[in-house]
């Protein structure tokens, strides 16, 4: 049979899309790009905020119109927090990913292929003390230089805006030697680069009753798998960045300095109504160990605006924040109420109010990153090169900067050279 994908929401959802289409490959099944032609159109639904919940249900709703004689297949967070109704015939929640081949096919036995009453009806569970991470083995990415590998499942912060760790359950942390098989195998079949990932990073296992160190074992040992050029980290959380931690972090032979440390807010109050369990002095220490290590690292991170409650004076003090930390990059979002959270019984800031902080925040989000990467002229660096295309050739720095290098070289190879200018953002390599 024919199969299509939508994929909705994080990386994580990404990575899990992927892992479902190769059992459908791997079992003899096509994949298609054109869901009109499918008989089976499989949505990755996100529920993170109430926008992206709505957008699953208009997706899936779309998908329903584009294939009437399909059977249309809705999994993930938004089917987990949705007590099973939702638009579509066959319904799988974030648990149950790894068994979709299994359910579909069962499905398609049962109905010959027809329309019919859903097979399943899926409940919201519990949200429980300890949940199983369900393994889905190898990944390969659609990427060709690029792979992720999924160590950990769910959170058990919940911060007042989030919603995840009802969808996703508590910390459930992969096995290490399976963590360590994926990168063997991603190496072997050619990725240069791993960016090692999870709903909650640093909480790897934590489940297991250990602490951040685990999550260094783990990188310790994808550090030395043969044929690794580089190695990434996912979004990490600044309590979590202890200096031991880092320093061990820093000894790895393939790190790449670009860290991911989720903020949210500039400012305390907010932080506070945000259950982020941090304040702006504890994140900006963390930065300065992470710097005294890496020096040449780029600090990257996610700012919410317009949060329940903040004030004119609250949004100021981010922007200030944002100036000082000297993010290389900043990831903006607009507060989206998401009903069931905390945050959507507080006082609400108003949506036009909300959407101007927003652009305000990425216009200085632009301009770091223009003074980032021009700061980086004259350095020496390293660039993957992901394509090339009418002579010019295009990658990442290892503190990922977008990086142009005149000629065409192989998609795959590791160039290195000086960086002899900058323009908006990115940077030019001399080889």
Not at 89 to 105: A, S
Not at 150 to 159: A, L, M, Q, R, Y
Not at 231 to 249: A, D, H, K, Q, Y
Request: glycine residues 8%; proline residues 3%.
């Amino acid at each position: 049979m024919k199969v299509y994908f939508l994929t909705l929401g994080c990386r994580v959802n990404q990575y899990e899309t992927d892992a479902v289409r190769r059992l459908f490959i791997d079992n003899g099944h096509i994949i298609t790009e054109d869901a009109s032609e499918a008989d089976v159109c499989i949505v990755n639904t996100c529920t993170v905020t109430g926008e992206a919940d709505r957008k699953s249900g208009q997706m899936l709703r779309r998908m329903a119109r584009t294939s009437p004689d399909a059977v249309i297949v809705a999994m993930g967070c938004s089917c987990e927090m949705a007590q099973g109704k939702v638009d579509a015939d066959i319904i799988v929640g974030t648990r149950d990913k790894n068994k979709v081949l299994d359910i579909v096919t069962e499905y398609m036995e049962a109905n010959k292929g027809r329309k019919a009453e859903h097979l399943t009806s899926h409940t919201r569970p519990e949200v429980t003390k300890k949940d199983d991470y369900h393994d889905f083995g190898s990944v390969l990415s659609p990427e060709g230089t690029r792979a992720f590998v999924k160590i950990e499942d769910g959170c058990n912060n919940f911060c007042s805006y989030c919603i995840i760790p009802f969808a996703r359950g508590r910390v459930a942390s992969r096995p290490e030697e399976s963590c360590i098989s994926e990168a063997r195998f991603l190496a072997g079949e050619g990725y240069k680069e791993i960016v090692v990932s999870g709903i909650h990073l640093c909480s790897y296992g934590k489940d297991r009753g250990e602490d951040i160190m685990s999550l260094y074992n783990v990188l310790h040992e994808i550090d030395s798998v043969e044929g690794l050029a580089r190695l990434r980290l996912g979004s990490l959380e600044p309590m979590s960045m202890t200096e031991e931690f880092i320093e061990s972090v820093a000894s790895l032979k393939h790190i790449c300095p670009h860290f991911h440390l989720s903020l949210q807010s500039g400012s305390d109050t907010v932080l506070r109504r945000m259950n982020r369990r941090y304040d702006t002095r504890q994140y900006m220490s963390r930065v300065e160990l992470l710097r005294k290590h890496f020096p040449d690292m780029s600090l990257t991170t996610d700012i919410i605006t317009g949060f329940p409650g903040e004030t004119r004076e609250e949004f100021e003090q981010t922007l200030a924040f944002a100036k000082t930390a000297a993010f290389a990059k900043i990831h903006v979002f607009p507060y989206s109420v998401r009903e069931g959270t905390a945050a959507a019984r507080m006082e609400q800031v108003p949506v036009n109010v909300r959407k101007e902080r927003a652009q305000e925040l990425i216009s200085l989000s632009d301009k770091l990153s223009y003074d980032f990467a021009a700061g980086q002229v004259g350095s020496k660096a390293s660039v993957l090169v992901e394509r090339s295309i009418s002579g010019v050739s295009e990658g990442y720095t290892a503190n990922y900067v977008k990086c142009f290098i005149d000629g065409v070289y192989e998609v795959g190879s590791i160039l290195s050279g000086v960086i002899d200018s900058s323009s908006k953002g990115t940077v030019h390599l001399s080889v």
